[in-house]
C-alpha cells in the first residue's frame, strides 16, 4: 500500500548538464510513476522536482545522487515541500 504523497525538490551539482541528465530524470520518473520536473539552471545546476510515493520519490533523488552514464555528481541539496498534487513529469526549458 503506497505511503501518502511527499515532495522533494533538488538542485544537483556537478558536470549536469549536456549529458542527457534531464532526458535520464524524465525516463527514471516515468519508470518508477513519480511526477514532477526537471530543467537546466543558468549556474550549471539542474533542479527537479519529484512528487508521489515516498519510495518513488525516494529513488528519484538516489538517481540524482549519482546521474547518468556521462555525469559527474558533486553534490545534491534536497529540500522537502507540500505536495501540490502533479499528475505528470515534464521536462521544462532553462530556468532564466
Not at 4 to 18: A, F, L, S, W
Request: hydrophobic share 40%.
Amino acid at each position: 500500500m503506497p505511503g501518502d504523497p511527499v515532495r522533494r525538490r533538488v538542485i544537483v551539482h556537478g558536470r549536469v548538464q549536456g549529458v542527457c541528465f534531464r532526458g535520464a530524470t524524465e525516463a527514471e520518473a516515468a519508470a518508477t510513476g513519480v511526477a514532477g520536473w526537471v530543467r537546466n539552471r543558468p549556474d550549471g545546476t539542474v533542479e527537479a522536482v519529484f512528487e508521489g510515493d515516498p519510495d518513488g520519490v525516494a529513488a528519484l533523488v538516489a538517481f540524482c545522487r549519482r546521474g547518468p552514464r556521462h555525469a559527474r555528481v558533486a553534490r545534491i541539496e534536497i529540500l522537502e515541500e507540500a505536495p501540490e498534487g502533479l499528475r505528470a513529469f515534464q521536462v521544462r526549458r532553462t530556468e532564466t
